[in-house]
């Protein structure tokens, strides 16, 4: 496997990608569980050197936790975009492991995560905040009046690498992040050949297909991923993946596990088209495209596991396949 490369962890329902270029090591987001904790040990990675939260909600900050209780893994900068409202046991528990951390000076920690916040550079690779602006996420109001929730201030990250764009890393988006960063009197660029849909392919508050049509015509993506738990809240929604499709139909659909829309079964045996990396679904044999890679550096970007033999995994156990 390539050492430049971008990872978006199957790690159920949840998102969490890691990002190496020079022996540097970042996460974005932290999905539930020990799934990132079990890839990072298995990988043999001892320092992450930055983490980015994009929002509070449990389902992407919940695996930090373990990660910094293990003492497996050194954890050296965290930034996330905080949220006062939050009452849940899991974010008590990782404000209070943090403020631990940094008070014993292991770890420096930063409460902010906005569009004003100067690029990461991460080895060869960068990453730019496209939203949410500071102005929304100090409003908390829209000027239309509309309540700000955590998920319009989900922290929306491009990944670059050689200064061409890899991914965009959507968190949990909706309408108002999106119209927060495209309604900019100069708005960023939201291409690029991937991206990681918004709320797992779930429906947050607004029109799905207007939704929809507004964020693939804005990124004009290549792959579109879909981070979902098989099972859980039944996700990707079908108008969601429909929409998609008919905006790019020439574009990979992946998730990362087997929908039950798509396959009322899991396989009877361990598929063999998944890549060697850790995968929350692969014990389960729950996967579809289980955890994908992105190598780095390369002329054309390659996404594993190969359209060829994800398609012949879908075509074999998803005979209602909404990918295709």
Not at 2 to 26: F, K, M, P, Y
Request: hydrophobic share 40%.
């Amino acid at each position: 496997m390539t050492l430049e490369r971008l990872v978006i962890l199957d790690v159920g329902h949840g998102n969490c990608a890691v990002l190496h270029s020079q022996g540097a090591v970042c996460v974005v987001d932290a999905g539930p569980g020990t799934t990132l904790l079990e890839y990072l040990v298995e990988e043999g990675i001892a320092d992450v050197d930055l983490v980015l939260l994009s929002h509070a909600d449990q389902d992407h900050i919940g695996g930090l936790v373990g990660l910094l209780t293990s003492g497996k893994v050194n954890v050296k900068q965290v930034f996330i975009n905080s949220d006062s409202e939050k009452n849940t046991k899991v974010w008590k528990t990782l404000v209070a492991e943090l403020g631990k951390h940094w008070a014993n000076g292991t770890l420096a920690f930063y409460t902010s995560l906005t569009a004003q916040q100067p690029s990461f550079k991460i080895g060869n690779a960068t990453i730019d905040v496209l939203g949410p602006s500071p102005t929304l996420v100090a409003s908390r109001t829209t000027s239309a009046g509309v309540h700000v929730t955590a998920n319009a201030m989900s922290a929306v990250l491009r990944v670059s690498y050689g200064g061409s764009p890899v991914g965009l890393l959507a968190a949990d988006m909706d309408t108002v992040a999106l119209n927060d960063i495209l309604g900019r009197p100069t708005p960023p660029s939201l291409r690029s050949p991937l991206v990681v849909f918004p709320h797992h392919g779930g429906v947050s508050g607004q029109s799905a297909t207007q939704f929809t049509r507004q964020l693939i015509g804005a990124v004009l993506p290549d792959t579109i991923v879909f981070s979902v738990g098989r099972g859980r809240f039944n996700n990707p929604q079908p108008d969601i993946v429909q929409t998609a499709r008919s905006v790019r139909p020439a574009a990979r659909v992946a998730c990362t596990q087997l929908a039950k829309r798509c396959a009322t079964a899991t396989p009877k045996k361990n598929p063999n088209h998944l890549v060697a990396t850790f995968a929350n679904g692969r014990d389960k044999r729950a996967c579809c495209a289980g955890s994908l890679v992105i190598e780095l550096g390369r002329r054309r970007l390659t996404v594993l596991p190969s359209t060829r033999q994800h398609f012949a995994f879908i075509k074999a156990h998803a005979r209602k396949a909404m990918c295709t």
